[in-house]
């Protein structure tokens, strides 16, 4: 899933797209999702759905099924906010309905922000925006890091469920054990590995991300669409 969206990002419509642009529209999202009513949420995941969908070129069946995802993720956690527990009697609180259903819409906004963001920018180039922000630099190594163990650790669960699968595994608490000790090997391995590597192409505790300057254009009309939609969350504001 997580190579999917990788191969996304750098063949959607708006790849054509500056990094920046398509960088500070998401975060000024967020940060109206963050202050913003359930009206504002409702209104941003709307809008990015048209972004990702209609503009970006994203599949509306990878779409859906992801925000699929998200909202069986947030339904898990309902029962944490309405169940309470008093002397072994279990009571559902429906007072607190409002506040699970604004929580779960403020989540889905910031997903929305977030997946846009994904699906739509090659990760180096995320990484140059923010480095071009003046974001520390361990912070970034620590987000180009976990990037890049994603996919080690997609790549080595796939490997060993198919490798379990071809020799008969079995459904038992013990093969799942295995299969965790392994994973942890195999990501283990992959990280000593990079180590090395690093090591042996003179590291000198800084990585460096070479962005063309002239990669990209400022698109006029996105521009004022990003502009009229804010106008319009502060007027719902």
């Not at 002397?87 to 997946?115: E, Q």
């Amino acid at each position: 899933m997580i190579r999917h969206f990788d191969m996304i990002a750098y063949h959607n419509r708006l790849r054509r797209l500056r990094p920046e642009q398509k960088t500070l529209f998401s975060f000024l999202l967020l940060l109206n999702t963050m202050v913003g009513s359930r009206g504002t949420h409702l209104f941003i995941i709307f809008w990015l759905a048209i972004w990702t969908i209609g503009y970006a070129g994203v599949s509306w069946k990878v779409y859906v099924k992801t925000l699929g995802m998200v909202i069986l993720f947030l339904l898990i956690s309902w029962p944490i906010l309405l169940i309470s527990l008093d002397s072994w009697h279990i009571s559902v609180n429906r007072g607190n309905i409002p506040t699970a259903i604004d929580v779960s819409l403020r989540s889905i906004a910031a997903w929305s922000c977030l997946f846009f963001l994904l699906v739509t920018t090659p990760f180096p180039e995320l990484l140059y925006v923010l480095k071009k922000l003046k974001i520390p630099s361990v912070m970034i190594e620590l987000l180009f890091f976990m990037y890049r163990f994603v996919f080690v650790f997609e790549q080595a669960a796939e490997e060993l469920y198919t490798a379990m699968k071809a020799r008969n595994g079995g459904s038992h608490w013990r093969h799942g054990a295995m299969l965790i000790f392994q994973l942890w090997q195999k990501v283990w391995g992959a990280y000593h590995a990079l180590l090395l590597a690093l090591r042996a192409r003179g590291f000198s505790d800084e990585l460096v991300y070479i962005q063309n300057e002239t990669r990209g254009v400022w698109s006029k009309r996105y521009i004022v669409e990003a502009i009229a939609g804010m106008g319009v969350l502060i007027w719902m504001r």
